[in-house]
């Protein structure tokens, strides 16, 4: 007879459960995404561009790094092939051009994020070549260093004089 205690039920739920899906976890990042674009967006374009604070770089170029993270990223993550971070995309000073990128990224996202094998969350990988962690790990990683580049953002457009869009509105 097998001896099945309560305290092994919720070692097992604890097991099974998870506290987020994965599809719960890219609607959290998206909804991240779709706060950073409007971020994008306020600002005016030649600020855009050029506008930083205490030596940071221009939001531009923030948003630069987010889009060559998030979808090599998972990809990456999807294919276990992974490309060198590459944040050099040729914008031409064109806010239009930087919110048309950002919007194939979004689709793309969507798209390899669904190739990742459930199973492979937990899997350690090398990101980029340089950064070693769990799947997870690096996605929570993705979402954190996208959140702290749109709060230098955020301190860009007060210091323009630009009201940001709410934090909470995602």
Known sequence: ??????????????????IISSDQLLAHWQGHRQLTRRVIEAFPEDQLFSFSVGGMRPFSDLAKELLGIAVPGIKG??????EPLDENMELNGSKSKLLEEWDKATGELDEWWSKIPLDHFQDTVVAFGQYEDKVYCSILYFIDNEIHHRAQGYVYLRALGIAPPNFWER
């Open 1 to 18: 007879m097998l001896n099945i205690t309560t305290k092994s039920i919720m070692e097992i739920k604890e097991k099974e459960l998870p």
């Open 77 to 82: 993550m999807a294919t276990d092939v992974w």
